[in-house]
């Protein structure tokens, strides 16, 4: 049995509540845990001080009575949130030193809730990635191993799932922009949820591709993910595109019963060239869905093919135009000039040494898709075809679907470097989560199987805009049937 | 399309990112395969179609005209690399 740091949230709050255990005594088993770990690089900038400070203070509110379920949790959160006075660096040199001066409305929130914060976690730099490998801190490591192969743990949210994944923390924050929670979940062995667009406050989170991201929760169980993302969630005027609807109780809503609802198979997701161990899981996902007494019906997304090369043409614009402010003025690095450097040698000298290739390599192709005469030929043609896939999505439900079942991602986790140095393949990674977040729709990944090489699988849902209640009693009704309990065995 | 180290050049200027010249034809080689990618949008019939602009179909909230906050200037001025007497400090800009 593992020690309390490989509790859930939902187990770790009732003992916290019963008086059997103290956030102090959960904190320092999560922070003893870590400190053993540093051979996965999952956790960048640890905060064990305020971690004990803030359990200190959540074990004084548990005395009184009425915590919320988060009260005294552990949690890792991801480099992108600004935090006050730790530092926020997005994996990025050009943000090196950066402690910021507040703090984002999603920590805020957790930590108005009690939660725990032990340190922030790796990603790829500023969220462009799929394998935590564009990190200036260098990759995370999966706990996950085939054999003695190193593999990567996904990306962006590579540091929140390795950190979950090996019983760092109890939860992690991670953001969502084609797929960067939910393909590390998979390849983790966790769950992660992408809400819809405008559930969670983008305040605060270092933008990569504003009308993309979202920020979620990463957590050992449903139930888990269920809590977090109530703690997480909400309105908040700092964030013109966060929506003012209330925030149910998911944990109460949280049944798992899905009698009578209809779940969609889009044909489109099977693609040519998919590993056997996908197809197998997808099918297992369909036999569990329809002994909870869901209907299955095969769907057509037509559109789903030109989701990431859409993506790939709206996120590098926006991040062009989000990135633009690290100009070596306000916050972060400035290159070391030469005597008689002007303003702009000043921009183009701290922007080639502070910005890894990766995102270079977006800002570049996205101020081409942007500039004078590519503007339409690029640009708004992907935001049309963008327009028609979201539209793909809204058929589907005005036709009755209540869900959509997809593999999570094309594989199990590969090797660390081998889609390293070819960007084009390295992004087919995101081919079935991508689309979620071009229609700004709520999908989740649920660990659901092992594959031959004993490496976790995810199942992804897909459900209509605000319904995430419904959509984890989908999860839920997987999670119930898979029973997925493995765990990574300890190397570190 | 297809991209040359000349418009290699002019998006790395455009993007305020310094690169060598020696590094350019790597550079718009990469581009033209991500570029290569991107083309299949072509292949979609867009006629009819609005670009999208808003993820969800929601009014943007509106607020009173006034000064909310500030008088911060020192947490503002925090993490400046160079800052003085309550101004950010860059390289001489006018001569």
């Given at each position: 049995m593992g020690g309390l740091n490989s509790l859930s949230i939902s187990e770790a709050r009732d003992k916290l509540r019963a008086g059997e255990i103290t956030s102090v005594e959960l904190t320092q088993a999560c922070l003893a845990a870590a400190e053993e770990a540093a051979a996965l690089n999952a956790v960048v900038h640890p905060t064990p001080d305020l971690a004990l400070e803030q359990a200190r203070?959540?074990?004084?509110?548990?005395?009184?009575?009425?915590?919320?379920?988060?009260?005294?949790?552990?949690?890792?959160?991801?480099?992108?949130?600004?935090?006050?006075?730790?530092?926020?660096?997005?994996?990025?040199?050009?943000?090196?030193?950066?402690?910021?001066?507040?703090?984002?409305?999603?920590?805020?929130?957790?930590?108005?809730?009690?939660?725990?914060?032990?340190?922030?976690?790796?990603?790829?730099?500023?969220?462009?990635?799929?394998?935590?490998?564009?990190?200036?801190?260098?990759?995370?490591?999966?706990?996950?191993?085939?054999?003695?192969?190193?593999?990567?743990?996904?990306?962006?949210?590579?540091?929140?799932?390795?950190?979950?994944?090996?019983?760092?923390?109890?939860?992690?924050?991670?953001?969502?922009?084609?797929?960067?929670?939910?393909?590390?979940?998979?390849f983790a062995g966790i769950t992660g949820v992408k809400p819809t667009y405008g559930r969670v406050s983008r305040w605060g989170i270092i933008a990569f591709a504003s009308s993309l991201d979202q920020a979620g929760p990463m957590t050992k169980t449903v139930r888990d993910a269920a809590i977090m993302l109530e703690a997480m969630s909400g309105h908040d005027p700092k964030d013109s595109t966060s929506a003012d609807i209330p925030v149910p109780d998911f944990e109460t809503m949280l049944t798992g019963e899905i009698r009578g609802k209809t779940v969609g198979i889009p044909k489109e997701y099977r693609m040519d060239g998919m590993p056997e161990a996908i197809d197998e899981l997808w099918a297992s996902g369909r036999s569990m869905l329809e002994d909870a007494g869901a209907t299955l019906v095969d769907i057509s997304l037509p559109h789903t093919k030109y989701a990431l090369p859409a993506y790939y043409v709206v996120a590098p614009a926006e991040a062009?135009?989000?990135?633009?402010?690290?100009?070596?003025?306000?916050?972060?690095?400035?290159?070391?000039?030469?005597?008689?450097?002007?303003?702009?040698?000043?921009?183009?000298?701290?922007?080639?040494?502070?910005?890894?290739?990766e995102v270079k390599r977006r800002v570049m192709i996205g101020t081409y898709v942007l500039s004078a005469g590519f503007y339409d030929a690029y640009y708004n043609h992907a935001r049309k075809v963008r327009a028609l896939i979201k539209k793909d999505f809204e058929d589907a439900f005005a036709d009755d679907i209540d869900a959509i079942l997809t593999p999570a991602t094309p594989s199990a986790a590969f090797p660390l470097g081998q889609k390293f140095n070819d960007p084009v393949k390295m992004y087919l990674n995101d081919v079935f989560t991508v689309t979620v977040n071009l229609a700004g729709l709520p999908g989740i990944s649920v660990p659901a199987g092992l594959d031959p090489d004993g490496l976790p699988l995810g199942l992804q849902l897909i459900g209509k805009p605000w319904e995430e209640g419904e959509l984890l009693d989908f999860a839920l009704a997987i999670e119930d049937r898979a029973g997925f309990v493995a765990k990574p065995e300890k190397w570190w | 399309m297809s991209i040359d180290h000349n418009d290699a050049r002019r998006v790395a200027k455009l993007a305020r990112i310094q690169v060598d010249e020696e590094d350019l034809p790597a550079l718009a080689s990469e581009f033209n395969a991500i570029l290569g990618f991107i083309e299949q949008l072509r292949e979609v019939d867009v006629q009819d179609v609005e670009p999208m602009t808003s993820v969800t179909p929601m009014r943007l909230k509106r607020r009173e005209d006034r000064i909310a906050g500030g008088g911060i200037a020192g947490k503002v001025l925090a993490n400046a690399p160079d800052a003085r007497e309550g101004y950010f400090v860059v390289p001489k800009v006018v001569e």
């Open positions: 203070a959540a074990d004084a509110r548990l005395a009184e009575g009425e915590a919320p379920a988060m009260c005294g949790i552990p949690v890792g959160i991801k480099d992108l949130f600004c935090t006050e006075g730790v530092p926020s660096q997005a994996a990025s040199g050009i943000l090196a030193d950066f402690k910021p001066t507040y703090e984002s409305t999603v920590t805020s929130r957790l930590f108005e809730a009690g939660a725990v914060m032990t340190g922030k976690l790796n990603m790829d730099e500023f969220a462009m990635g799929s394998s935590t490998e564009t990190s200036v801190y260098g990759n995370t490591v999966n706990p996950w191993k085939a054999g003695d192969t190193e593999l990567t743990p996904g990306g962006s949210s590579g540091g929140s799932a390795a950190a979950v994944a090996a019983d760092l923390c109890l939860a992690a924050t991670g953001t969502d922009t084609g797929g960067s929670i939910r393909q590390p979940a998979a062009s135009s989000n990135l633009a402010r690290y100009d070596g003025v306000r916050y972060g690095l400035r290159a070391t000039l030469a005597s008689g450097d002007d303003v702009t040698a000043m921009y183009e000298k701290t922007r080639a040494e502070g910005f890894g290739d | -």
